[in-house]
């Protein structure tokens, strides 16, 4: 169970990081245009957050599996 939830943590990770470049960031311009963030200072760091959480959740998992 906890190798399916890593392929899927991995997939949106890669889904997450791939599109954000230096000159244009798709993901971030695709959760600005949502409306549900006030700002766009507040959908970066929505998404920011949401990127790094998803890479700790990923070594934990990796972590978890390694010794289980």
Known sequence: MLHIL???????????IIPQTPTENIVLRKFNETGFF????????FVNSLTW?????FIIITFILNFF
């Open 6 to 16: 890593q392929l899927i943590n991995g997939i949106i990770i890669l889904f997450l």
């Open 38 to 45: 006030s700002s766009y200072r507040n959908a970066k760091l």
């Open 53 to 57: 959480f998803l890479i700790f959740l």
